[in-house]
């Protein structure tokens, strides 16, 4: 059976009308489920970089919930992590999840 490894990232009720917070939020979950996954997997950030084709310092600003991510970059770490990417967003609320590929 696959294991997912996701961040739900839900946006205090006194923030949830301001954009940036909801941004930051979505920014916020996708890097904690990327470190999740890669820590799983036991790969330093300069493995997950080489892997995905970026330098260390980008999978560091991905980590930290830094980065508005492309739809270039998810596919680029879903691969590099071996796993799909399912990402739910819902008002205000953000799911994230990396599901290891079959064995």
Known sequence: MSRGYHTQWLIPD????DPAYVEA??????????????TALG???GQLAHRAGMTEAEVERIEGGAVTPTVALLR???HALDARLDL????EETLVTFVAHAA
């Not at 006194?14 to 009308?17: G, L, Q, S, V």
């Not at 939020?25 to 999740?36: F, R, S």
């Not at 739910?88 to 008002?91: G, I």
Request: aromatic content about 8%; proline content about 0%; cysteine-free.
């Open 14 to 17: 006194e923030h949830r009308a």
């Open 76 to 78: 680029a770490l879903a």
């Open 88 to 91: 739910s967003v819902e008002d």
């Open 43 to 45: 790969f330093t950030q």
């Open 25 to 38: 939020g979505a920014a916020i979950a996708l890097g904690q489920a990327v470190y999740d996954r890669r």
